[in-house]
T-cell receptor, first 114, second 115 residues
């Protein structure tokens, strides 16, 4: 099993609240990713990181922000949640940054903003 | 630029029947290809991957895929479907030749298995 963990698994929160989705991996992987996935839909890359102090925006524009202060930790933050942010968020990591190795995924956080 | 097309957003088979999920790719470099499975309310799990070497790749749960360069395809098959195979399946190609080195996913195919 992959050693990558996301918390919480499910979150229902009111509009305007600040939220942080946690992602941690114990594999020592340098590269980490956040994907957004609407029900029954494709995955959209919203953020990625090559390592500590590196963050990049993905293909899909997102109002969320990320940080990478430690190799194993890659949290995602929404300063003011809105109903349009309702989605599933998947965290992943890869051993290298070149794209030649498979990604390991967390179980996801299903966010509902009411 | 790399891209992936999965034909059929929904495939339904009977238990015991052949499973065939189609994936075509576009890549400017020799492709690295992956198939992932996603069960409801779960993350993605790697089924199999092709990097170099043998073009027929065997994965977990009895699945296999064949890389066909001439057809730019990487179709996923399983000889006999089980009820437990019902899930969403994603094909992905690596952008390792680009500046980012990210995985590019198809839109997914939902597999239903009828008793």
């Amino acid at each position: 099993e992959a050693d990558i963990y996301q918390t919480p698994r499910y979150l229902v929160i009111g509009t305007g609240k600040k939220i942080t989705l946690e992602c941690s991996q114990t594999m020592g992987h340098d590269k980490m990713y956040w994907y957004q996935q609407d029900p029954g839909m494709e995955l959209h890359l919203i953020h990625y990181s090559y390592g500590v102090n590196s963050t990049e925006k993905g293909d899909l524009s997102s109002e969320s922000t990320v940080s990478r202060i430690r190799t194993e930790h890659f949290p995602l933050t929404l300063e003011s949640a809105r109903p349009s942010h309702t989605s599933q968020y998947l965290c992943a990591s890869t051993k290298g940054g070149t794209g030649k190795t498979e990604a390991f995924f967390g179980q996801g956080t299903r966010l509902t903003v009411v | 630029a790399q891209s992936v097309t999965q034909l059929g957003s929904h495939v339904s088979v009977s238990e015991g029947a052949l499973v065939l999920l189609r994936c075509n790719y576009s890549s400017s470099v020799p492709p690295y290809l992956f198939w992932y499975v996603q069960y409801p309310n779960q993350g993605l799990q790697l089924l199999l991957k092709y990097t170099t070497g043998a073009t027929l790749v065997k994965g977990i749960n009895g699945f296999e895929a064949e890389f066909k360069k001439s057809e730019t395809s990487f179709h996923l098959t399983k000889p006999s479907a089980h009820m437990s195979d019902a899930a969403e399946y994603f094909c992905a190609v690596s952008d390792y030749g680009g500046s980012q080195g990210n995985l590019i996913f198809g839109k997914g195919t939902k597999l239903s298995v009828k008793p």
